[in-house]
């Protein structure tokens, strides 16, 4: 018996975690190439990658506003518990909440 991939009960993140190797590597040599990224040594011989402080202003630049939500994963199928309508939510200190919902940050 097959089962349905449409049936799955899950909530289905917008935020999709497997991005296709086509796009991403392109993406990613670029940001190598256009010197965004530096590799950083650590003591312990590991090592990761950074963002260079130029390009993390940049996006603080662009994204201003939208902090909170980028930080939050959105969900297509869920009902706002505040107003009960089903459309995009943000999960809010546990509560599944529509943009028009969400307590404003900014007070
Ligand atoms: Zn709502």
Request: charged share 20%; aromatic share 10%.
């Given at each position: 018996m097959q089962v349905?991939?449409?049936s799955e009960p899950m909530p289905r993140a917008v935020r999709d975690q497997a991005y296709p190797i086509e796009a991403f590597n392109p993406i990613?040599?670029?940001?190598?190439?256009?010197?965004l990224v530096e590799r950083v040594e650590m003591e312990n011989g590991s090592h990761h990658w950074e963002l260079t402080t130029a390009a993390q202003k940049r996006l603080d630049d662009l994204t201003p506003a939208r902090k909170r939500a980028s930080a939050t994963l959105a969900y297509l199928d869920h009902w706002c518990s505040s107003c009960r309508r089903q459309r995009l939510t943000h999960l809010v200190d546990g509560r599944y909440l529509c943009q028009a919902c969400e307590p404003s940050k900014d007070l």
């Open positions: 349905e991939p449409s990613l040599r670029s940001l190598i190439s256009w010197g």
